[in-house]
């Protein structure tokens, strides 16, 4: 047997191949031979036609010539008639080809023990907590820049954006703080109209920061 069965067959659209080219190269025919016997076999009976596919390759010198790409039926109906001193050796050596790569495949895709189907699970669990962490964060971020100016956020905008609830009292409480630190550092508050409370005041990012490292109490 050869060395290179793998080559002989290859895996395309969920099934196992070969094509007319290779068929002539193993059995020692021209491949224009190979041809007009799938081409026989096609007309013969509908459902020939099923069993290959007309395609091309492009040779050394550039052209483009047809090629039947057939799966292991089209195969085995193809080189039924083949006969000659070395024809059977040829036959067997592409079925264990077919048998081996579709060992291969098997092998590929045995199903996963109990274990690894809890720890297939489990982390499929994590990526989805991490996707959905993900789109809160954003959602906050969002929801916290819709209510104030891209730059600035108000009390209410900046805790939202943090995950935080403050009330009315907390929320005071911020608000002198943020507006003492702006006013030592020569930056003037924004304003926004608010459906609640008429216009509040916006702060710099910077600023929010420090004020939200005291404890909300």
């Not at 550092?185 to 924004?190: F, K």
């Given at each position: 047997?050869?060395?290179?069965?793998?080559?002989?067959?290859?895996?395309?659209?969920?099934?196992?191949?070969?094509?007319?080219?290779?068929?002539?190269?193993?059995?020692?025919?021209?491949?224009?031979?190979?041809?007009?016997?799938?081409?026989?076999?096609?007309?013969?009976?509908?459902?020939?036609?099923?069993?290959?596919?007309?395609?091309?390759?492009?040779?050394?010198?550039?052209?483009?010539?047809?090629?039947?790409?057939?799966?292991?039926?089209?195969?085995?109906?193809?080189?039924?008639?083949?006969?000659?001193?070395?024809?059977?050796?040829?036959?067997?050596?592409?079925?264990?080809?077919?048998?081996?790569?579709?060992?291969?495949?098997?092998?590929?895709?045995?199903?996963?023990?109990?274990?690894?189907?809890?720890?297939?699970?489990?982390?499929?669990?994590?990526?989805?907590?991490?996707?959905?962490?993900?789109?809160?964060?954003?959602?906050?971020?969002?929801?916290?820049?819709?209510?104030t100016r891209i730059e600035e956020f108000t009390i209410a905008g900046y805790a939202t954006l943090l995950g935080l609830h403050v009330n009315l009292v907390q929320a005071s409480k911020f608000g002198r703080l943020a507006k003492n630190m702006c006013k030592n550092s020569n930056i003037v508050p924004g304003t926004i109209p608010d459906p609640r409370?008429?216009?509040?005041?916006?702060?710099?990012?910077?600023?929010?920061?420090?004020?939200?490292?005291?404890?909300?109490?």
């Amino acid at each position: 047997m050869s060395s290179n069965q793998n080559e002989l067959v290859s895996y395309s659209n969920d099934q196992l191949v070969t094509n007319s080219l290779l068929v002539a190269q193993k059995f020692n025919k021209k491949h224009f031979h190979v041809l007009n016997a799938v081409k026989n076999l096609i007309n013969s009976h509908e459902k020939s036609c099923q069993l290959f596919v007309s395609t091309s390759y492009i040779d050394e010198s550039g052209k483009a010539n047809q090629l039947y790409i057939m799966n292991r039926d089209g195969f085995s109906l193809l080189v039924m008639g083949f006969t000659g001193k070395d024809a059977l050796n040829f036959k067997l050596e592409f079925i264990e080809a077919f048998n081996k790569m579709e060992k291969q495949i098997k092998e590929a895709v045995k199903p996963l023990s109990s274990a690894e189907m809890f720890l297939q699970n489990a982390q499929l669990m994590v990526e989805h907590d991490k996707r959905i962490a993900s789109v809160e964060s954003k959602l906050h971020v969002l929801e916290a820049k819709t209510t104030t100016r891209i730059e600035e956020f108000t009390i209410a905008g900046y805790a939202t954006l943090l995950g935080l609830h403050v009330n009315l009292v907390q929320a005071s409480k911020f608000g002198r703080l943020a507006k003492n630190m702006c006013k030592n550092s020569n930056i003037v508050p924004g304003t926004i109209p608010d459906p609640r409370f008429g216009n509040v005041h916006t702060y710099p990012e910077q600023i929010l920061k420090v004020v939200f490292q005291n404890p909300i109490n």
